[in-house]
């Protein structure tokens, strides 16, 4: 809807447009010292929120990225998700909100509410109390996962004045925020695939933390002011987006860091560096519990590791599986082990299938070809970081020309040459005020 359909809503547009602004900054009147920005905005969170350094990282990323979120194709949510109350969920929800433009809490709100007013204002939807929020509103769903990505609608059937039912379309593309306890248990996992986790815990005597109320909002102010300017000094660079992701994450967990990577690498090399070792950690210590058909692949291709058999018989695997000392395969069904019709109903979800197998003694049992295992093997697992290689000058690693997990992950040089933009749902640019010369 255009601007002069917001002046026929009388009261409506004014009051929203009033409530979002508040959080308007003035850019700050010089360059901002990346390092210091990062320094004050961490230091800012974790003075009120018992969190990690890494998890500090990814929410001051997150708050950067909803100043420019329009310059890259996916907008991750925020997931700040606690196992218990009283673990500062609200707080960090809080601190959020006076670090983002145009907030909007969603308390309160109807579905149809929200999206007109996603539509129409472009805000920065927060949402404490998600498990408890969603719950009732199951079609907050399909806001959250279509304003993931740039371009985002979803489709409501409206009646026009003359009555008819008419589809219309809602873009809803834009960043948001949500804590919760549990969230995992809560949203659907097309949901939380598409959000960066940031997992909480409850403070103990012996963490010293600040009560919000008390904070200045001056210093929120300034913070606003220096991340303006830095986004704007920035834009050029940051529209080109990036592509140096780490390979330990998987595609859609890269589409997600994607943005705060490229931010990340504008703050120097340093916050580049622990910005990868942020997302790596992050998403293995968030990542989901395996499957059971997932983890059995991922053991047998332990228990495989030195096989250099053509085949393998299904009692020789099974004894593999139920010895190792670290599976549970020994007594996977109710106390008991794995047996192997079990085994064959898992494998056949990855077209492994057993077959009589002719083995070097002449003996003919049911088993398994080994390289069956090994598609399955690059398809559904991760691959195997290297470790680092041997000290010993006479011991050649096979991986010895793959970079090293984290720090030897090149530092993209970027080009001001930018590439043909792609039309972006716009979001709300800040006009720099003159300011009086003895203001500069």
């Known amino acids: 809807m255009n601007q002069k359909s917001k002046k026929n809503m009388p009261g409506f547009g004014e009051s929203i447009e009033n409530l979002l602004k508040k959080n308007d900054p003035i850019p700050a009147a ?3 010292d990346p390092d210091l920005l990062m320094t004050d905005l961490i230091r800012g969170i974790r003075s009120y929120v018992v969190l990690s350094e890494e998890g500090a990282l990814a929410g001051v990323l997150w708050c950067i990225h909803t100043w420019c979120y329009g310059e890259f194709a ?14 500062g969920k609200t707080q960090f929800l809080k601190i959020v909100e006076k670090l983002v433009p145009r907030p909007l809490e969603a308390a309160n709100i109807t579905i149809a509410g929200l999206f007109r007013i996603i539509e129409l204002f472009r805000p920065i939807l927060l949402i404490d109390e998600a498990d408890t929020f969603l719950e009732a509103r199951s ?4 806001l959250l996962n279509k304003g993931y990505e740039a ?3 979803v489709i409501r059937v409206e009646t026009d004045k003359n009555n008819a039912h008419e589809p219309r379309t809602f873009h809803v593309f834009g960043p948001k925020a949500l804590a919760g306890i549990a969230l995992q248990r809560h949203l659907a996992d097309a949901t939380m ?5 940031i997992p909480l815990k409850r403070k103990t005597r012996a963490d010293q933390v600040k009560r919000l109320r008390a904070a200045d909002p001056q210093v929120f102010g300034e913070l606003r002011s220096k991340i303006l300017r830095f986004v704007m000094d920035h834009r050029e660079i940051l529209a080109q987006g990036w592509d140096e992701l780490p390979e330990q994450l998987d595609d859609r967990q890269q589409d997600n860091w994607e943005p705060l990577l490229a931010i990340a690498h504008c703050m120097g090399d340093e916050w580049y560096r622990k910005a990868i070792e942020a997302a790596v950690t992050l998403c293995a210590e968030t990542a989901p519990p395996k499957s059971a058909s997932n983890q059995l692949l991922e053991d047998i291709r332990e228990v495989l590791g030195g096989c250099r058999d053509r085949y393998i018989p299904t009692a020789e695997l099974l004894e593999l599986l139920h010895d190792h000392p670290d599976m549970d395969w020994c007594r996977y069904n109710h106390g008991q082990a794995l047996t192997s019709r079990q085994l064959a109903k898992y494998l056949g979800a990855y077209s492994i299938k057993p077959k009589t197998v002719r083995m ?7 088993g398994y070809e080994v390289r069956q295992f090994e598609e399955a093997f690059n398809r559904y697992l991760p691959e195997i970081v290297p470790e680092a290689e041997s000290e010993e000058p006479y011991v050649e690693s096979v991986n010895a020309e793959k970079p ?3 720090d030897a992950l090149r530092t993209k040089k970027m080009a001001l040459q930018l590439p043909p933009r792609q039309d972006f749902w716009p979001v709300p640019t800040f006009q720099a005020k003159e300011l009086a010369p003895g203001q500069r």
């Open 151 to 153: 371009g985002g609608v």
């Open 360 to 366: 070097k003694d002449g003996s003919t049992p049911k």
């Open 139 to 142: 079609e907050m769903t399909g």
């Open 74 to 87: 996916r907008s991750p949510i925020l997931l700040i998700n606690a196992p218990e109350r009283a673990c």
């Open 30 to 32: 010089h360059a901002v």
């Open 404 to 406: 090293a997990a984290l």
């Open 193 to 197: 695939s598409r959000g960066i986790q």
